[in-house]
């Protein structure tokens, strides 16, 4: 069973780059596709990017301008950096498992992520 | 404001049946991409529901289905518990966006 979590700083200045990586575990992570996701708090889901294990990359339109997803697969690690943050980009970030597909009977069904890690909170403040 | 729309909130006593609606346009759920269902309860990450538009995942009760039609999808949820109460988001793709995109989240109060 993979299982995802999600390790970074907690508190960044704004203008600054917010830094997080998320660690596989329990599978390979040259299988999928992985997701980084947000929460504002209070507020609903932003899918922000994903990567594939042999590097290409796909980002959220409203984000790709600040944002950068790279892949170790040394480490079974994938990663974030957003740059130039303000409040705005306070929010809980997770990590997850797609774009997948999963198939019931001879149906398949695409662009679902699943599982996601416990998500870490991070601040922009002074 | 999300691409995907859904009731802030929706309500039912334990034992009732609520529906949940998710309504898009013809660039996601109208172009015949899967809408897939995610329960977050309080404090914890999002874990998926349902997927498909009607597949649920092993472990999920048959209390909870899924429908689709035209621009729109729905969560249905029969004979509430009160371990039901979460926040409840639909996702599917966008091909104008090229990626996927959630709605709003609706909120479930068991009374």
């Known amino acids: 069973q993979v299982q995802l979590q999600e390790s970074g700083p907690g508190l960044v200045k704004p203008s600054e780059t917010l830094s997080l990586t998320c660690t596989v575990s329990?599978?390979?992570?040259?299988?999928?596709?992985w997701s980084w996701i947000r929460q504002p708090p209070g507020k609903g889901l932003e899918w922000i990017g994903y990567?594939?294990?042999?590097?290409?990359?796909h980002y959220n339109p409203s984000l790709k301008s600040r944002v950068t997803i790279s892949v170790d697969t040394s480490k079974t690690q994938f990663s974030l950096k957003l740059t130039s943050v303000t409040a705005a980009d306070t929010a809980v970030y997770y990590c997850?498992?797609?774009?997948?597909?999963?198939?019931?009977?001879?149906?398949?069904?695409?662009?679902?992520?699943?599982?996601w890690g416990q998500g870490t909170l991070v601040t922009v403040s002074s | 404001q999300s691409v995907l729309t859904q009731p802030p909130s929706v309500s039912g006593a334990p034992g009732q049946r609520v529906t949940i609606s998710c309504t898009g346009s013809?660039?996601?759920?109208?172009?015949?991409?899967?809408v897939h269902w995610y329960q977050q309860l309080p404090g914890t990450a999002p874990k998926l529901l349902m997927y498909?538009?009607?597949n649920r995942p092993s472990g999920v009760p048959d209390r909870f289905s899924g429908s689709k039609s035209g621009t729109s999808a729905s969560l249905a949820i029969t004979g509430l518990h009160a371990e039901d109460e979460a926040d409840y988001y639909c996702?599917?793709?966008?091909?104008?966006?090229?990626?996927?995109?959630f709605g709003g989240g609706t909120k479930l109060t068991v009374l």
């Open positions: 990567i594939y294990y042999s590097g290409s990359t």
């Open positions: 498909g538009n009607n």
């Open positions: 329990g599978g390979s992570i040259s299988s999928n596709y």
């Open positions: 996702q599917s793709y966008d091909s104008s966006l090229s990626g996927s995109v």
């Open positions: 997850a498992t797609g774009p997948k597909r999963s198939c019931s009977g001879d149906r398949c069904y695409k662009n679902l992520f699943d599982p």
């Open positions: 013809n660039s996601n759920i109208g172009a015949g991409y899967d």
